[in-house]
């Protein structure tokens, strides 16, 4: 079964606003990622959250993470047309194999 | 720091055919990964590499696939003989340790017509 689940599937936004994004996992695990991915691009590592950690700052990115709901959010502040882009999370075991959701795609409008 | 590069970045081939694909990771990286998406769906961990080694190749979808890192440097990927299914964009990553972020190169999109 798939695990990482990120919902919205499509978000758009006007500049400025705040962007917030979810992603939800069925099993345990050690920490959980987001990358973000721009068009055509590899995905680029954002913030890796711990499972021992509930919220994450770097930037304009806040991650939060519920262990007990099974979910995490990446919320981008002051959103810039630059941020357009797929956002994915990457749940992990503790081990190298990363499972990824379906991703949320961003659009920031001018 | 040059990063993970992989080629071709675009690839269209026949069904039936066989097609190559390379990832160069970053220097020093004994990590190698490869991952697929299949349009639509979610990215698929396919193989783990520990220098020339495969720690795991659970995600490999059948024999048609072939990955290979001879000399712990860079990997290939071939498919033989390819079918409309493999279709997708293949990525690559590398790491230094196995619990430390996984760095992605631009992938390859392949088109199996």
């Known amino acids: 079964s798939q695990q990482g689940e990120e919902d919205p599937q499509a978000l758009s936004i006007q500049e400025g606003e705040n962007a917030t994004m979810n992603c939800s996992y069925k099993?345990?695990?050690?920490?959980l990622q987001w990358y973000r991915q721009n068009s055509g691009r590899g995905l680029v590592h954002l913030i890796l959250?711990?499972?021992?950690?509930r919220e994450k700052h770097s930037g304009r990115l806040r991650v939060t993470l519920d262990t007990s709901k099974k979910s995490s959010s990446l919320l981008i502040t002051a959103s810039r047309a630059a941020d357009t882009a797929s956002y994915f999370c990457?749940?992990?075991?503790?081990?190298?194999?990363?499972?990824f959701g379906t991703g949320t795609r961003l659009k920031v409008l001018a | 720091e040059a990063g993970v590069t992989q080629f071709p970045s675009h690839s269209v081939i026949e069904k039936g055919q066989t097609v190559t694909l390379r990832c160069d990771p970053i220097s020093g990286h004994d990590n190698l990964y490869w991952y697929r998406r299949v349009m639509g769906k979610e990215i698929k961990f396919l193989l783990h590499?520990?220098?020339?080694?495969?720690?795991?190749e659970s995600g490999m979808p059948n024999n048609r696939f072939l990955a290979e890192r001879t000399g712990g440097t860079y990997s290939t990927l071939k498919v033989q003989p390819a079918e409309l299914e493999d279709s997708g964009v293949y990525f690559c990553?590398?790491?230094?340790?196995?619990?430390?972020?996984?760095?992605f190169g631009d992938g390859t999109r392949l088109s199996i017509l």
């Open positions: 099993t345990s695990i050690n920490n």
């Open positions: 590499f520990v220098k020339e080694s495969k720690q795991d």
């Open positions: 959250i711990r499972s021992n950690e």
């Open positions: 990457a749940a992990s075991s503790g081990t190298y194999k990363y499972i």
């Open positions: 990553a590398s790491s230094q340790g196995e619990y430390q972020p996984q760095h």
